[in-house]
């Protein structure tokens, strides 16, 4: 046993590699990302897999073909990760698992990195398979090293649900010896599990039914569960997750009120009935939705009087955070917590001599000439084109959307119809994309601005990189309208009637401007010279 100091995202990791880990599956994504890194850089040589995917779905098809094959495996991705795996992750359900999974999402209330802030509890629920959702570092700890197991006795995957803070902030993680990893085994009924044939599927589905009351009775026996005693029984608080935490730094050694402290679910009916039987009215704290709220508010026949994010007690959006616990609770909390005035007012912005700097200029200049000219930008650090002094997008809806809108666009019409994606982007899930286009010869240009890494993020590898010109190429892009240039001031004149020509052609083409991203390059450099 060993104490350290980890990110909660680093007390995950160190748990699933403590656990016997044979794989962790993942596409980078805040606040999920430091887990899959933690991972490599802890099992470097090892035999644990740890690439990134090309996208989430991919990583989690191929994480559950590790577990079909007996291995334990973590597939992380942040919560908006889990639409682009959404398919997989329902069918997963149904199928169950043979070696332990983890499926980690970490969601961003208050959106602090994200395009929205959903709940992902929400699919836990739409897929009926348990979940886990830690208070603190221990617990995120603890449950992952033991996650496998109850992944394993159960027979399905388990949902592992963090926030930011729990993920970015750090306290003392007590450690559990090293597991051996699983031998490679295969399920004795595979045929009958991972066939989704309709006949089998239904079988499988009513299976999945028949197992809801063996999670519930997992949740109520589980020890992240729990219920605290409290004198003043006109109220019963539930928190869920990191609320708990919330809660107990506005509380003094004992709870004034009876607590239920939700940390797995399906929710535990019995504890429910106990503090809602107890207690004259509920204040719900919980992170992200009103999940357990909108639950309880129609719970059978109580008529209960539940407070929380629906009845206006606590802000319908938003993280949660001491401060904003101790107000529902009553109390006149000072604002410990406010952003002080120089961060928030400090906009962000692409670095000095980025590359999407250059394409940007450029751009502007082109699609300036042409009135109803529109650019569907992507996801990446050249969405901050979106801002002064650029202004040079007009969308950034989900990862792959630029190439897709873009083509849409075109078909009614718009021209030029100008697509503008990253290479991670695009291989994420562009590249189905520019399929379409091809298919239909749209009249769309399409810029895929590639720095020969996954930057927002903090710099991963690319799937893309050395391969985007044959990739479009293997896609039926014409290869005279496949243009590569580099994007520096003195290549300015050359960029721009690059673009000025593919966007008069008629047809699908794709520039590819191309220059590594300073950050990436500055961290080499510093690497060579040390
Ligand atoms: C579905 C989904 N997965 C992950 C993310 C997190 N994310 C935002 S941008 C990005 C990749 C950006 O890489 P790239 O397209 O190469 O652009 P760059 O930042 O390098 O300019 C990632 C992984 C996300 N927003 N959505
Ligand atoms: S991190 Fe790289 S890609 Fe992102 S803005 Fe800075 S230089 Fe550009």
Known sequence: MDKKLFLGDEAIAQAAIDAGLSGVYSYPGTPSTEITEYIQQKTKGSNIHSRWCANEKTAMEAALGMSYAGKRTLCCMKHVGLNVAADCFMNASMSGINGGMIILSADDPSMHSSQNEQDNRVYGDFAMIPMLEPSNQQEAYDMVYEGFDLSEKLGYPILMRITTRMAHSRSGVITREQKKQNEIHFPADGRKRYILLPALARVRFRELLTAQDIFTKASEDSKYNRYFDGPNKKLGIITTGIAFNYLSENSENDFAHPVLKICQYPLPEKLLEKIASECDELLILEEGYPFVEAK?????????????????????????????????????????????????QRPPALCKGCGHRDVYDALNEIVGEYENAKVFADIGCYTLGALPPFRAIDSCIDMGASITMAKGASDAGVHPAVAMIGDSTFTHSGMTGLLDCVNENANVTIIISDNETTAMTGGQDSA???????????????????????????????????????????????????????????????????
């Open 296 to 344: 309880l508010k129609g719970f059978p026949g109580k008529g209960l009087v539940v407070h929380g994010r629906l009845d206006g007690t606590l802000r319908r959006d938003g993280e949660l955070n001491p401060d904003v616990v101790g107000r529902a609770l009553g109390k006149n909390t000072e604002q410990h917590y406010h952003i002080p005035e120089i961060v928030e």
């Open 464 to 530: 893309a990189t050395g391969r985007i010109e044959s990739i479009c190429k293997g896609i039926g892009v014409n290869p005279e309208h496949i243009r590569v240039v580099v994007p520096l001031k003195k290549n300015y004149e050359e960029m721009k009637k690059m673009i000025k020509e593919e966007v008069e052609y008629k047809g699908v083409s794709v520039i590819i401007p191309r220059r590594e991203c300073i950050q990436t390059l500055t961290r080499k450099n510093k690497k060579k010279e040390a």
